[in-house]
């Protein structure tokens, strides 16, 4: 039970560092500094279905998988 709690908690702060490397990406943007790649202008990303289930740790690893998706996937405002 404990070592359950102690992968929980890791995974939660892992969580919470995310958070703040997105936030610090979106303040970066904001200032004009972006990781754009022009080659994925107008691609489109493919989000895969959360399914739903009762599970936070399920949850938190589609969240990453989707996390790393728009990392990896620019997204260009219109202007």
């Known amino acids: 039970m404990r070592k359950d709690k102690e992968q929980s908690d890791l995974r939660i702060q892992e969580h919470i560092q995310r958070l703040e490397a997105r936030e610090q990406e979106r303040e970066a943007r904001k200032r004009g500094h972006s990781r754009c790649n022009p080659s994925q202008d107008k691609q489109t990303p493919k989000i895969p279905k959360f399914k739903g289930e009762n599970d936070p740790n399920i949850y938190i690893e589609w969240e990453q998988k989707v996390d ?6 620019v997204v260009i405002k219109s202007k």
């Not at 790393?68 to 996937?73: A, D, K, V």
């Open 68 to 73: 790393q998706i728009f990392t990896n996937h």
